[in-house]
Structure formats: C-alpha cells, structure tokens
C-alpha cells in the first residue's frame, strides 16, 4: 500500500517558480517510478514528467527545459520544480506512482492546484 500527498501549488505570475512535492508512504517505494500528471479544466490529462527508481528522468515535450523532477529516497519525496511557468501550465497536478514494468497506474495523489496568472 501506498499513499502519497502532494504539496506547494499556489498561484504564481508567468515567469515565477513553483516547488511541487510528492511526500509518499508505504512499502517498497524505492522500487517504484513516480511522476507527474496535469489536468487542465475541458482538457485531457497529461503526462508531465517521471523518474525512475534509478534516478532516470523522462519529460514532455512541453516542459522545454522548464521542469526537473528529482527524488529524496531518504525523505521518500519526489520534487517537481517548475521554472519560466506559464499560463498554458494552469492545471491540477497529480503525483503517481507505478511499478516499471506496469503501464497502468497503481497509486495516485490528491492533487495540487497550480495556477499562472500572465
């Protein structure tokens, strides 16, 4: 069982940063590959960004050099930080986690707003 709680979204100026974080608990978390969703309102979801149990880290094109995701395997927190936000980056961003192997999602967090004003 896993649970993870997102934190840090807020409303920032295009331009500005946001730290997401992605706290998770549970057993065997190291083993698992976690990343980030987004939702827009009348969009479709979208994959934002991941990293796997070995540090390797995999991006949307969007992202453009933006984004970087990183992962505290002491404090069990994945980090998403975001640079040069823009109002396109509007969204519910939700953390997940997933064995490597699996294409399907196993656990997800509750969301985080984050919203850029222009």
């Known amino acids: 069982q896993v649970q993870l709680v997102e934190s840090g979204g807020g409303l920032v100026q295009a331009g500005g940063s946001l730290r997401l974080s992605c706290a998770a608990s549970?057993?065997?978390?190291?083993?698992?590959?976690i990343g980030w969703y987004r939702q827009a309102p009348g969009k479709q979801r979208e994959l934002v960004a991941d990293i796997t149990p070995g540090g390797s880290t995999n991006y949307a094109g969007f992202v453009k050099g933006r984004f970087t995701i990183s992962r505290d395997n002491v404090k069990n927190t994945v980090y998403l930080q975001m640079n040069s936000l823009k109002p396109e980056d509007t969204a519910v961003y939700y953390c997940?986690?997933?064995?490597?192997?699996?294409?399907?999602?196993?656990?997800w967090g509750q969301g985080t707003q984050v919203t850029v004003s222009p």
């Open positions: 997940y986690a997933k064995l490597p192997l699996l294409t399907r999602v196993q656990y």
């Open positions: 549970g057993s065997g978390l190291s083993t698992y590959v």
